[in-house]
């Protein structure tokens, strides 16, 4: 993403951090051009904690700073507030302020500090250290933004470096009560601070997965802070109103260090429990950066607060700078390597800028308004010259529309994943003139083997690339992975001799992952060009917008198997169940999850009576129609009540009812539904009859449970039930006389809504060694 294509929300976002320290860049030149030139006691004092201001009140005892225990007599312990001792203080040029001061080592000295004006000088010896780290850090966080505009990362890194790069450029603003302005700003910039590191902990070494889903946990974080900052304001002002002293003096460095001990945390945990290399590498590089640039100022901060330790902070705050320089080495320092293409295109536009610099002097020297006849052809052969350099640097860069949408074209026709693989290897070499490209997708993505796609160079072998640091590495970050990259970067240095064994085996100079919904499935590895030249940003996204095409195409693959599968399947459906019943099964995952289970079902077994004598008396033309339009009609009821056929056997049908759905009044259902089919059997019967036909139905109906599943093997399979509940359905059926229906008494014990039945009596049933009661439906 660039950042030309962020939102209006994301582009005000950062105007606002970039603000926040302009504001604080301008406070500090306004009270720089405020203070020098003006009287300066030569150190400042906040509470009792003492720095020096200029050179020569360090030289004069001040160096290294300490405890004010007297200022002017004036006990700056125990006695008056800091505002009385302010008061008291000589401001005159050629006065002096005798300070006793206890020292870092515990030893006290009586110190004379003259008055003299502050100097420029003085700005560089008490602030310079620390504005120039505030500029530095504004500087990282806004180089990495451009760079990776956006992200969760970069809008922590950003906001970390304009926190804390303004707060280092206004440590040491003048004291003045009356500027309330100055004074919130600062106020603000310490409540923040405390809570950055929480930001920073959410985002690094690697993004935590709480803040890309718990995006509100930020406004949750950072307000905390501003309501540390109001206390901190609050007190304050009432400091300099003689209430309290020092109320919630401590509370912003508690905070802080509370902060920087989740920060610490989290970066220990990875850099010595990350299973990834390259995670662990970086967790192990912030982790030295928080331990010797943050961890001191932090710890000195806040024993500070309380009184424990006496230091100058602005030896402190110096230590910081390996914390930006941790920052720096794990995000910008690699983005900026391999500028070789602009650098010769810059070089080029200096000459050409040269020559008509001096083609206008020569012009001005001969006469004045000569100049204006370069206006014309400049005008005209600039946008031409800027072309053809184009042409010449970038060859095929012009024609990348033109080729994204042939290769897009491709992707489209392709009907497998292999085609899509192979158009895929094809493209860099048709984009960048890449001389070899290796394309793969991990097992699972199109089958249980990896599968590739090879130009230009051999079929990779030896172990499965999942298996792979480099690959393992690109499935993490899913980015792009260079060979220099593994060369320069220190948080490769642990993997570097793997991950060069994996680019020699794919023949690679890049790897650029195939990303799928945020998961790498495959990777794109591309040989050298034949120029010789390096891959440049818009050659990368080029590609990496192919390989996203290429994932849509899969996806477009796989819907049309799944679909055709799915056809496949419901058709092979459509024969057991009706069409409300599939749609259910087909909403649960298919046939696929119709696993073999034990149910409680209700059986219905249907058979025609003189069937057998009808078949031989008649043509077999005559039989199948007539079962043709008995079948019609059973399975028109079947589908009404939702029903499951396991099978029509000839003139015989049998159904059941509760599975694969559950239905709760599956006992009503086959009930009213062989009451349905008697009342058609009986209009049927009346043509029948008109044909002379003789033949009549049965059926039976029980209650009970049954194992249900598939049965059968792969391409020719039924549905059906197994178990004692079948046969004694069966054997009703056969028992039962010309338009009859029995039904066993425990499908009687479940007759409601008006369906009546009498007792048929104990039956002796074939397969069964005690008589079954038996009931007869009747006519409601």
């Known amino acids: 993403m660039r950042f030309s294509e962020g939102t209006l929300r994301q582009k005000a976002l950062f105007a606002l951090l970039l603000g926040m320290y302009l504001v604080g860049l301008c406070i500090w030149v306004d009270d720089k051009l405020s203070r020098v030139g003006q009287p300066d006691v030569g150190f400042t004092l906040d509470g009792t904690s003492l720095s020096p201001t200029r050179w020569d009140a360090a030289a004069e005892g001040l160096w290294g700073g300490g405890r004010a225990l007297e200022v002017n007599g004036l006990d700056a312990v125990t006695g008056p507030l800091r505002k009385q001792i302010h008061a008291e203080m000589r401001r005159v040029p050629g006065e002096t302020n005798r300070v006793r001061l206890q020292h870092p080592g515990g030893w006290v000295s009586d110190v004379v500090v003259h008055v003299r004006p502050w100097e420029w000088g003085d700005v560089v010896f008490a602030e310079g250290t620390t504005t120039a780290l505030g500029l530095l850090f504004m500087i990282v966080g806004v180089i990495s933004f451009v760079i990776r505009p956006y992200q969760a990362s970069s809008w922590a890194l950003l906001a970390m470096c304009t926190i804390l790069g303004s707060l280092l450029t206004n440590l040491f603003l003048q004291n003045n009560e009356n500027d309330l302005v100055q004074e919130l700003y600062f106020r603000l910039l310490v409540g923040l601070a405390a809570v950055t590191p929480l930001h920073g902990a959410l985002a690094f070494p690697v993004v935590h997965p709480l803040l890309l889903r718990r995006r509100k946990i930020l406004a949750l974080i950072y307000g905390v802070g501003l309501l540390v900052a109001a206390a901190q304001f609050m007190a304050w002002r009432a400091q300099w109103q003689g209430i309290f002293a020092h109320v919630g003096g401590g509370l912003d460095t508690t905070l802080l260090l509370g902060s920087m001990l989740c920060f610490m945390a989290r970066c220990a945990w990875l850099a010595f429990r990350s299973r990834d290399p390259l995670i662990a590498q970086r967790a192990r590089i912030l982790l030295l950066g928080i331990l010797a640039g943050v961890v001191p100022i932090t710890v000195a901060n806040f024993l500070r607060a309380f009184g424990v330790l006496v230091v100058d902070m602005r030896l402190a705050n110096a230590t910081v700078g390996f914390f930006l320089l941790a920052l720096g080495y794990i995000t910008v320092r690699h983005d900026l390597l391999n500028a070789r293409m602009a650098v010769r295109r810059a070089v080029i536009y200096a000459v050409v800028v040269g020559v008509l610099t ?60 292999g085609a899509v693989l192979e158009t895929l290897a094809d493209a860099p070499a048709r984009l960048c003139d890449a001389r070899s490209c290796v394309v793969f997708v991990l097992p699972g993505v199109a089958g249980p083997d990896e599968q590739y796609a090879v130009r230009g160079a051999a079929l990779p072998s030896g172990p499965p690339l999942a298996d792979e640091v480099l690959v393992q590495l690109m499935r993490t970050t899913r980015k792009e992975i260079r060979r220099d990259h593994i060369a320069t970067e220190p948080q490769y240095a642990n993997i570097k001799a793997d991950c060069y064994a994996c680019f020699d085996r794919l023949g690679a100079e890049i790897l650029l992952p195939i990303v799928r919904d945020t998961r790498a499935i495959g990777g794109v590895a591309i040989g050298a060009r034949h120029t010789g030249d390096v891959y440049e940003v818009a050659e990368i996204d080029a590609l990496s917008t192919i390989a996203q095409q290429a994932v849509q195409a899969i996806v477009r693959v796989e819907a049309t198997e799944r679909l055709r599968a799915r056809e496949m399947e419901f058709a092979d459906l459509k024969r057991f169940f009706p069409p409300q019943i599939i749609d259910q099964v087909m909403a649960r995952g298919g046939a696929g999850e119709l696993r073999s289970q034990r149910k409680l079902v209700t059986v219905f077994f249907s058979d025609m009576r003189g069937f057998t004598s009808f078949s031989d008396s008649v043509e077999p033309e005559e039989v199948m129609a007539t079962l043709a339009e008995y079948h019609a009609a059973m399975g028109r009821r079947i589908n009404e009540f939702a029903g499951t056929l396991e099978r029509f056997a000839g003139d015989g049908i049998m159904v059941f009812f509760n599975d694969p759905v559950e239905q709760v009044d599956h006992v009503e259902r086959a009930v009213r539904m062989a009451l349905a089919m008697r009342h058609d059997v009986r209009t049927l019967r009346q043509a029948w009859l008109r044909k002379g036909y003789q033949i009549d139905v049965g059926m039976g109906l029980h209650s009970g449970y049954a194992t249900c599943g598939f049965i059968g093997y792969e391409g020719r399979r039924d549905y059906g039930v197994i178990g004692n509940v079948t046969n004694l359905a069966a054997r009703l059926c056969d028992a039962a006389g010309a338009g009859e229906i029995l039904i066993t008494a425990r499908v009687y014990g479940e007759l409601r809504n008006g369906v009546r039945a009498e007792a048929a009596g104990e039956l002796t049933l074939k397969g069964f060694h005690q008589p079954q009661a038996a009931y007869r439906l009747v006519e409601t």
């Open 358 to 417: 001096a083609v206008a002097v020569v012009l001005v020297a001969v006469r004045s308004y000569a100049v204006a006849l370069l206006l014309l052809p400049l005008l005209y052969w600039w946008p031409r010259f800027d072309a053809r350099l184009n042409a010449w640097l970038y060859p095929k860069r012009a024609r990348f529309p033109e080729l994204q949408r042939a290769i897009g074209g491709d992707l489209l026709a392709a009907t497998t994943v």
